[in-house]
């Protein structure tokens, strides 16, 4: 089946940087990654999950407000691994980072385990 493995998550200072990777492995999630829109969410203490950025397989990105400027994502389709630049971090972007790929049809999603990011004040 194949899953999504996260790694990169930690403890950084207000202001620093983290980069988040998360890759697919199994054949068929491998497939269903390149042709999807993937992306990233995120769940602070109390919160619902919120969408932190996405990339769709032709590269075309979103952002949420509270990252523009801030965050990067991108994608190596050959190395079906997306990739969450994160700089300037600020207190309030403590939460655990899911990845997630949506397949188109038929409609399912896949979740990674999730990654803590944790930032100091």
């Known amino acids: 089946q194949g899953q999504l493995v996260e790694s990169g998550g930690g403890l950084v200072q207000a202001g620093g940087s983290l980069r988040l990777s998360c890759a697919a492995s199994g054949t068929i999630l491998k497939i269903i990654f390149r042709v999807s829109t993937v992306g990233w969410y995120r769940q602070a203490p109390g919160k619902q999950r919120e969408l932190v950025a996405t990339i769709t397989s ?4 979103t952002y949420a407000d509270s990252v523009k400027g801030r965050f990067t994502i991108s994608r190596d389709s050959a190395k079906n691994t997306m990739y969450l630049q994160m700089n300037s971090l600020k207190s309030e972007d403590t939460a655990v980072y ?7 049809a038929p ?3 896949y979740w990674g385990q ?3 990011v944790t930032v100091s004040s």
């Open 98 to 104: 899911y990845c997630n790929v949506k397949q188109g």
């Open 107 to 109: 409609i399912k999603e």
């Open 58 to 61: 032709g590269s075309t990105t």
């Open 114 to 116: 999730g990654t803590q």
